[in-house]
């Protein structure tokens, strides 16, 4: 990772690419499960849903009941 940063610091876009994919943590979820996850996220009426809404959806879902973000519910009422 040390050399992939030197060589970012020189905005080598290669060297974004590398970053990016070392430093991707581990998953231990199954592919299935996570466009299981993915599919009830997103209605058959949401077909013209932008890519950064979906991903924002998915991330603030995978944040539910973590340290991160551990009431839903409180964030639903202040959004409301």
């Known amino acids: ?3 992939w940063e030197g060589m970012w610091e020189k905005r080598s ?3 974004q690419v590398a ?9 231990s979820t199954d592919t299935e499960r996570a466009f299981s996850d ?3 996220e997103v209605n058959f009426m949401q077909h013209n849903t932008l890519s950064q ?9 995978s944040w539910d009941g973590t340290p ?3 009431d839903i519910c ?3 009422q202040i959004i409301k």
Do not use: I, N, W
């Open 68 to 70: 991160l973000f551990p």
């Open 1 to 3: 990772l040390k050399f």
């Open 38 to 40: 993915g599919r009830r």
């Open 53 to 61: 809404t979906f991903k924002s959806e998915m991330a603030v879902g």
């Open 19 to 27: 970053l990016d994919y070392c430093s991707a943590p581990a998953s």
């Open 13 to 15: 876009s290669v060297a």
């Open 74 to 76: 409180r964030a639903v």
